[in-house]
């Protein structure tokens, strides 16, 4: 039997692409110079895609495909899959949930306590040989026993308040049906109230129509000048204008972000600010993670194409 013929979105690392081709056909579309016609001349024999979370698949890509049957996304995170052009024709989706979930909790922790204690600056301070020339470095601030909000308690947020805990944070969290997780953390239905509770607001929402910009003007007024916003979700969780604003002005802090409209193109006013710590949105980038990652992204179009239950479906 021939292969199944996939279009492939973006690049993978080379061990989970070596894989994947030897079980599959893959146009590289992410590489193609004309990708119009590219989808053109291997439209009819097209029956998968394997896209990551990032790039997901739009509304014209399926509907360019008539015989696409199933997308696979490497990562957690498929708001840029259009899920109701795939609904119209039964096409199914899966992505690569809970093996990355310890290192994107970590990664975010982390941002906070480098941003926090400046440590990019300090390793300047020494680099640069100001230790030597100037001494101290400046102070900066604690993170042990502050308060901490969690806007978003899925799996990823959940791993994030129990690291926060071991810094004994008092933990507060937002939505999404699971406060029966976490009965000694507080529990804040309103998103300004979880601001106004945090020095540290995590945002670990998975992205959707109704999560768009739901950190706005009010939600980073709350977090406040003295407070960090960390965003180890996606952009579009975050008004970026109003967020850029804030740092600016100080009405925020700071923030320390992994994920960016339009990224990886940055707004070039990120670049200006000394108060926002810039990540090139690799949250789950260890190679332990994206090992496992590249296998379920393989394994669920494989499931798919040998007729078996997928292993991961969103839908
Ligand atoms: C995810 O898993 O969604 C990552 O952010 C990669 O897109």
Not at 99 to 128: F, K, P, Y
């Amino acid at each position: 039997m021939s292969k199944p013929e996939i279009l492939q979105m973006g690049p993978y690392p080379s061990w989970d692409e070596a894989p994947l081709s030897e079980a599959f056909v893959l146009h590289r579309y992410f590489e193609a110079e004309d990708k119009p016609a590219l989808l053109r001349d291997h439209a009819a024999g097209i029956r998968g895609i394997a896209t990551r979370g990032e790039i997901g698949a739009d509304r014209a890509t399926i509907e360019a495909l008539p015989n696409l049957e199933v997308i696979s996304v490497y990562g957690v995170g498929y708001d840029a899959v259009d899920l109701d052009a795939c609904a119209e024709r039964g096409i199914k989706v899966t992505n690569t949930p809970d093996v990355l979930t310890q290192d994107v909790a970590d990664l975010g922790v982390a941002m906070m306590l480098c941003h926090s204690r400046g440590m990019i600056g300090a390793e300047q301070w020494v680099r640069d040989g100001s230790w030597v020339r100037e001494g101290l470095y400046p102070l900066k601030r604690r993170v042990f026993g502050k308060k901490a909000g969690v806007l978003g308690l899925g799996r990823i947020g959940y791993e994030v308040a129990k690291r926060l805990a071991g810094f004994d944070m008092d933990i507060a969290y937002s939505d999404v049906g699971k406060k029966d997780y976490a009965p000694d953390w507080t529990y804040f239905d309103d998103p300004v109230a979880l601001a106004q509770h945090a020095d540290f607001l995590f945002v670990t929402l998975a992205a959707s129509a109704e999560t768009r910009h739901i950190v706005g003007t009010d939600v980073i007024n709350a977090v406040g000048p003295q407070g960090m916003i960390v965003n180890i979700s996606r952009a579009s969780n975050i008004d970026e204008e109003a967020l850029l604003a804030a740092l600016a002005s100080g009405a925020l802090g700071s923030a320390a972000l992994d994920v960016f409209e339009g990224e990886p193109a940055l707004d070039p006013r990120f670049l200006e600010l000394d108060n926002v710590l810039l990540q090139p949105h690799h949250a789950s980038g260890t190679f332990e993670t994206r090992k496992a990652m590249g296998k379920l992204v393989r394994d669920n179009l494989i499931a798919h194409f040998d007729g078996k239950p997928l292993l991961t479906p969103v839908n």
